[in-house]
């Protein structure tokens, strides 16, 4: 691995353990921190609602927080039972994640446009990570790493909105506005990367 794959790794593997434990915060920091800061009180105390935001942050914090390993070959190789593992952590934590996901789209800030983006990333997500998860259990591996590429590039939604919210907020003045294009900015891009990420591996999915 040359030095601009090490750095690109490492940058990698950073932004997902830090926005991983990003969820944490929410428990230490008043609810008015964040997302929540633009939410109506009476959304705040809706307890299905609470349970699928917590459900989705939490989860998908776990996944986002273990996949990033299931990339390296090297650590792969060495130890193929913990790859299982963390596998295993890794599907579950993401259906239980996505399925919040797309309950919560329905309240998103930004109306019909963020909910219809956020849904979009719930589907998507739950659609590769569940193919992924078949394809390995028919033995099938080009096809299982294919889709976990999909899968995780979803799943790393959470890093690039984080990275774009703050941006077109101040971009355009109007936290609104941004929610609504970050809604599909966050995810669409990382489904092209995964696409050219796939042909570059020469993985078949289909």
Not at 44 to 59: A, D, Q, R, V
Not at 123 to 140: C, E, I, N, Q
Not at 153 to 159: D, E, H, P
Request: glycine share 8%; aromatic share 18%; with cysteine.
């Amino acid at each position: 691995m040359n030095t601009t794959n090490k750095v690109a790794w490492a940058v990698f593997a950073i932004l997902a353990i830090i926005i991983g434990l990003y969820p944490l915060l929410y428990f230490f920091i008043d609810r008015e921190f964040g997302l929540l800061a633009s939410k109506e009180d009476a959304l705040l105390t809706n307890i299905f609602w609470n349970i699928g935001f917590y459900g989705h942050i939490l989860f998908g914090g776990l996944a986002l927080l273990v996949g990033w390993v299931q990339f390296s070959k090297k650590l792969r190789n060495a130890n193929l039972k913990r790859h299982r593992t963390i596998g295993k952590i890794y599907i579950i934590s993401a259906i239980i994640s996505g399925v919040c996901a797309i309950y919560i789209a329905f309240y998103a800030t930004g109306g019909i446009i963020s909910t219809l983006g956020f849904m979009s990333l719930g589907v998507f997500w739950l659609f590769f990570t569940s193919r992924a998860y078949l394809a390995v259990r028919k033995g099938d591996l080009q096809l299982h790493q294919g889709f976990m590429i999909y899968s995780y590039a979803a799943c790393f939604a959470a890093v690039t909105l984080r990275i774009w919210l703050p941006l077109l907020t101040v971009i355009f003045h109007d936290f609104t506005i941004a929610y609504r294009i970050v809604a599909w900015l966050c995810w669409v891009p990382n489904m092209i990367f995964a696409f050219f990420w796939v042909r570059r591996r020469g993985l078949q999915l289909g």
